[in-house]
């Protein structure tokens, strides 16, 4: 790390002492006065900002110039460049302030980019989003990202922008409702937009006022009202607020307001995740109004990765919640929106599973073990699982519990068992009388751990049993070597019968494609070059055209990011825009459109050195433009798959092997141990998320390219080996008993255990389709005869010449190479039309 950035770490661990502090999707940008209440906040982002820092060590300066570029977490930078921004770090400013309004040469508008102007204390870089928002128009996208780090800004900031938003009567657009509705934590509907203007009035008013926070400033209104003000005290003091709605909940005005003020109060404060919160709440728990209970009760969430899922309930809590258990019956979903909707389930077993979920396991109630959902009992399976010998009882309860999840859960706790007792025998002896195939797996592997004559008893008492039981008994004697020297020389039954055990040398041979010699694709250049350049320069110009998009809504051109897949035949894409400029562009194309099928194959989707010169071979160097349109590649996908012709087909496989003919191995993604044997790299973003760049993946994948339904049986033979290297590009490997690594998955501050996994890239296998009709075709696992060279020929010269003819082989191998054995059709490789039945039909036989 560069010590820059360490000094610029300390200044933001000061910094946002302050700043809002909750974190996840459904955090809020409340403020507390207590610094300790940031402590949570600021621990986790530190993590994620240690990790940009090692795969990054640069400075502050240098991450808000390519801010747009990384794959930064749950906004970690927004934090440490608004602290830049307030301690004065003019570079910092300078690249943001470009970046914001596009004028940065590297980088672009950002939400964490905004989010960090707006959250500094500089009350002039606030006023220059406010003038981007008022400028932003009809751009959706942008107007979208600037209320979307508006929640996150400074309470002044928010108030600002809250007056662009009334005074331009922002709310018209469904993108601004969408995101008040994310910052109340509630779904607005476009009907009751009508009512916002003067909510987000009331809500600028309120944190504009700089009076000093106290409990008399909260006055009950209507409930929207009264939810509003709340916000925005806790936007200041979370403390605050919350001392102010237990004086709506408990003083006389809130009586007398009715219970739409009650329901105001504990929606605010069950979004604070305060202790002082919580314990505000927890008379509510017993609130006759049951919307106010659910809104209560969803302080204390139930899901594992919920924001306070280490909330405790203390004993009063858990008879109220148990009375619950006993009347609330089956579930149902509550209303409890205040500005818009906001729908809870509740019910006997979701109170139940908030037992379970903020109350040790094993202090827990049989009344709620035995009513919880399926949900609720997998947590409490979790908590038992981390001591299993202590809580083994419990656990063999779950060994039969209708949830095959729950039961798969207790199963790996057991196994860790070295024995069990005779009273946890017969309770495994009883489960056999279960059909369920995990059940059986577990109780037999666990009635091994038994001394031998313990065993036999038990293989006695199965034998005895229900037909289930007996054929248990049989195993259970055999896995064990009960049954004489037969059964002990017998297999293990984990092990692959022979006939199953494929080795390398009966699979499709994986072979790096030759690519020819020469400059065939040359000719090719200069229309891919013209294609490229006018497209860009035509989506640019109608950028603010208003298009009816496929699912229904209206959108800007500018604002499209993709197209749906076009099969081939299919209308042109975007007819009422791209139609002129087809018309004009298309007869410059080679037979219809050859080049765009040849763009769509070579255009890089990596920034990889070897990618952009490999794909320059084969459509010429095409140069970058930052500012294009995002829609030029999907066109360019879409135009290629509804123009196709099968005369294209040899082209673009001799371009295909081209560019995976410089595949290096280098760009590889893999197992650990073949990570580093190969020299490539991963980059850990956050716990549990790895970016790879794998090369295989810097082209479009040949299988989306090409229709399989239009290929021949020689060109479908081509593209499976073409495939069979992209999917073990070192050569096929003994997955069987071929070396083994052990793979640590990374986490922030670590590795994991650790799991033995063959020593080769991760596989990237062929698709259902393009195996059956390799099958089918027969040309599945062609390979020339030792010591002949491969076959020259100039790229292209199949599209109007002789194909060139390999020999068919039995389709047999090819399903063997994918384990679907030696079925009925894959003997059927040589016949003539066999590669035009339906692939599906293939696969199911």
């Given amino acids: 790390m560069r010590p820059e950035l360490g000094e610029a770490l ?81 570079a910092v400013t300078e690249a943001l302030l470009a970046s914001a309004f596009g004028r940065h040469p590297v980088s672009g508008t950002t939400r964490d980019g905004l ?27 942008l107007r979208s990202v600037i209320l979307e780090a508006v929640d996150l800004a400074h309470p002044s900031a928010f108030a600002a922008l809250l007056d662009v938003v009334v005074s331009e009567d922002l709310v018209r657009f469904a993108g601004t409702v969408r995101a008040v509705g994310v910052w109340f934590g509630e779904e607005l509907a476009a009907r009751r937009t009508g009512q916002l203007p003067g909510l987000l009035a009331e809500l600028a008013r309120a944190l504009v006022d700089p009076a000093p926070l106290a409990r008399e400033r909260v006055q009950p209104g209507a409930p929207e009202e009264t939810f509003v003000r709340l916000f925005a005290l806790a936007q200041r003091d979370a ?213 031998p004559e313990a065993v036999a008893a038990s293989v006695a008492a199965l034998a005895a049993g229900t037909p289930e039981q007996s054929a248990a008994a049989g195993e259970l004697e055999q896995r064990a070597g009960l049954g004489g020297a037969e059964a002990a020389g017998a297999p293990p039954p984990t092990q692959l019968p022979q006939h199953l055990r494929h080795r390398p040398e009966k699979r499709t041979p994986a072979e790096r494609p030759v690519a020819p010699p020469g400059d065939g ?23 603010d055209v208003e298009l009816r998009t496929w699912y229904g809504e209206v959108a800007l051109l500018a604002d499209l990011r993709w197209l749906p897949d076009a099969a081939p035949g299919a209308p042109l894409p975007l007819e009422e825009v791209l139609g002129p400029w087809w018309e004009r562009t298309a007869p410059e194309f080679t037979d219809g459109g050859l080049e765009l099928a040849l763009l769509r194959a070579a255009l890089p989707r990596q920034d990889a050195p070897w990618a952009a010169s490999v794909s320059a071979r084969v459509v010429g160097p095409v ?46 993604a893999g197992p650990t141990a ?28 040949p299988e989306s390219v090409l229709p399989l339904e239009t290929l021949t049986p020689g060109q479908v033979a081509r593209l499976w080996r073409l495939a069979r290297f992209l999917d073990e590009p070192e050569g096929a490997l003994d997955v069987l008993d071929g070396p083994r690594v052990r793979h640590h998955e990374l986490y922030e501050l670590g590795s994991g255990e650790g799991r033995l996994v063959p020593d080769q890239p991760w596989r990237h296998r062929p698709g259902e389709e393009l195996l059956c ?73």
């Avoid at 996840?24 to 600021?42: I, K, Q, V, Y």
């Avoid at 989003?129 to 959706?140: D, F, I, K, S, T």
């Avoid at 994918?818 to 599906?840: I, M, N, V």
Wanted: hydrophobic share 45%.
């Fill in 115 to 141: 989010a960090a102007l707006l959250g500094s204390d500089r009350p002039d870089l606030w006023e220059q989003v406010v003038v981007l928002l008022r400028a932003a128009g009809r751009q959706e996208g």
């Fill in 239 to 451: 403390h605050a607020a919350v001392a102010a709605a237990a004086d709506l909940l408990a003083g006389p005005s809130g009586g007398d307001a009715g219970p739409g003020v009650r329901r105001a109060a504990v929606r605010l404060l069950a979004e604070l995740g305060l202790p002082q919160a919580r314990a505000a709440l927890r008379p509510c728990l017993a609130d006759p109004d049951l919307a106010v209970y659910a809104t209560a009760v969803s302080a204390w969430p139930t899901g594992p990765y919920a924001r306070d899922r280490h909330a405790q309930l203390d004993d009063d809590d858990v008879e109220v919640l148990l009375e619950r258990v006993r009347t609330l019956g089956a579930p149902t979903k509550v209303e409890t929106g205040v500005v818009g909707s906001r729908l809870l389930q509740v019910g006997s077993a979701h109170a139940a599973d908030v037992v379970l979920a903020h109350r040790p396991v094993a202090a827990a109630p049989p009344e709620a073990l035995a009513a919880a959902s399926a949900d609720g009992r997998s947590g409490a399976v979790q908590g038992l699982a981390e001591d299993p010998v202590a809580h083994r009882a419990a656990l063999f309860g779950y060994v039969t519990d209708p949830s095959s999840w729950v039961r798969s859960q207790a199963h790996r706790a057991l196994e860790a068992l070295p024995e069990i007792t005779p009273a946890e025998a017969a309770l495994l002896q009883d489960a056999l009388r279960r059909k369920a195939g995990d059940v059986r797996r577990t109780a037999l592997t666990l009635l091994q751990r038994q001394s």
């Fill in 623 to 668: 140069p970058e433009d930052p500012h294009a349109s995002a829609l030029v590649l999907p066109v360019i996908d879409s135009l290629a798959g509804s123009r196709w012709r099968s005369s294209w087909a040899d082209v673009v496989l001799d371009a295909f092997e081209v560019l995976f003919a410089e595949l290096p191995l280098s760009t590889l």
């Fill in 521 to 543: 694709f040359a000719r090719f250049h200069a229309t891919c070059l013209r294609v490229v350049t006018s497209l860009r320069a035509w989506l640019s110009e109608h950028r």
């Fill in 674 to 701: 073949t990570a580093e044997r190969l020299g490539s790299r991963r980059v850990l973003v956050e716990p549990g998320y790895e970016v790879w760049c794998d090369g295989r993946e810097a082209f479009a994948p």
């Fill in 10 to 90: 300390a200044r933001w661990w000061s910094w946002a002492r302050s700043a809002p502090y909750q974190v996840g999707w459904e955090r809020r940008g409340f403020r507390s006065s207590c610094p300790s209440d940031t402590l949570l906040a600021r621990s986790e982002t530190l993590r994620q900002l240690l990790v940009l820092a090692g795969n990054w060590p640069c400075d502050a300066a240098w991450f808000a110039t390519w801010l747009s570029h990384l794959p930064v977490p749950g906004g970690a930078l927004a934090g440490l460049l608004a602290s830049e921004v307030t301690a004065g770090n003019d």
């Fill in 773 to 845: 009709r390799a099958v089918e075709a027969g040309g599945g696992h062609a390979r020339r005869p030792p010591g002949r060279p491969a076959p020259r020929r100039r790229p292209g010269a199949a599209t109007g010449g002789p194909r060139r003819h390999h020999r068919r082989p039995r389709g047999a191998d090819v399903a063997a190479a994918a384990g679907l054995g030696t079925h009925r059709c894959c003997h059927r490789g040589g016949r003539r039309g066999a590669g035009r039945r339906d692939w599906r039909g293939a696969l199911a036989r």
